[in-house]
């Protein structure tokens, strides 16, 4: 019988690509957010909502989604983005000092590996990197970081957490000896320990050592390691499941800045593929009543109505002020909402993005059912509105990661 999960993490994107590598075994595997939202299934997946707050109130948020949904016997994953954004070290530190210690009052051994290589995304001594630049360099970090550095044992040391490193080389020898280095660890009061991964076998080894010790555990990291546990949960992965009959266009809701889904946007225009609908921030905060908003509605409506699929995007402005994102896609999905019962399927980049929208449309939950590739998960809305749904973060894909999403969708 399988185990049950508990995934909490601090945004929807990231809630299902964590979730969805269960799904993928044929696990019941469900996302959810809101309040009120308590559904179950095998692997629970919750949207905290916490990455926009400051240490404080996101550690407050992570506690209490912790208290509302976590049981004796589940085991806990911390999904954390693999870029280090949001307040997740602070978080950790207060779930922890909450969690129910063993009989030796001892808290839970953090087990801590972000690498995410399907997403370029990598761990190499004790430090993240992105391919082989150091995270620091990205323009990632420059847009948006919480830390001074990414390298994680100074960041854990930061919020009040001892660490010790498993070096890429250690996890290379074998499941046995990175499993010596975590009881060494855990038996000189180390709160966690970081391993250092490149690669998915990597990742596998970490989540063979680590389910050996019989030791409770929380586990930290992105959908890199989730995938790694859930093939030891369930070896087999699950056919392909179909999809239902489509009725109406595809909405693809593209709120996030980032350069990756802004490149991937922009092939699907040039490609002629879309209805294409950018909305200036000006109509945006406009609001309803105002001509360039109903122009932007009628023409959404149009495409939608006529079968066609429609890119919604908020226009880029040449120095875009990042502080007003949160109100700009509340906007957005304010002139989505109306809409819902016209969408065939949708596709939101950005988690606060597919948040906003699906909350409007009265959706709190998704049933996961696939991915379009790592990190671009499939489902469908569990409301009134059952559509397909696929969510991305922001800045993962390549150039034709919109492109296969709308093909999927479509097929």
Known sequence: MPSHWLILADDLTGAADCAIAFAKRGLDAIVAWGPGAKPCATVLSIDVDSRRFGEGEAAERQVAALADHWRPGMHLYKKIDSTLRGQPFAE?????????????????????????????????????????????????????????????????AGAGLTADVVA???????????RDCMRAADQRGVAAVVCDCSEDRDLAVVAVAALGLSRELVWVGSAGLAGALAAIEKPVAAPHPPLPPRHGGVLMVIGSLAE?????????VAEQRVVHVPVAPETLFAGPGHASWEAAVEKLSWGLLAGRDVLLEIALAESPDLAKGADLVGRLAEMVGPLAPSIGALVATGGDTACAVLSRMGVQGIRLLDDVEPGVPLGMTLSEYSIPVVTKAGGFGEAMTLRRCLDRLKS
Do not use: C, N
Not at 92 to 101: E, F, I, K, M, R
Not at 168 to 178: K, M, P, Q, T, Y
Not at 260 to 268: K, V
């Open 92 to 156: 950790l530190a207060a779930q922890l000092a909450v969690l129910p210690v063993s009989d030796d009052r001892r808290p839970p051994l953090v087990v801590l590996a972000p690498a995410f290589p399907a997403a370029g995304r990598v761990s190499v001594g004790g430090r993240v990197m992105v391919g082989d630049t150091p995270l620091e360099k990205t323009p990632l970090w420059a847009r948006d970081h919480s830390y001074p550095s990414a390298h994680l044992p100074a960041i854990l």
């Open 168 to 178: 890429l080389d250690v996890v290379r020898s074998g499941a046995e000896r990175v």
């Open 260 to 268: 990756a889904s802004r490149a991937q946007s922009a092939l699907l």
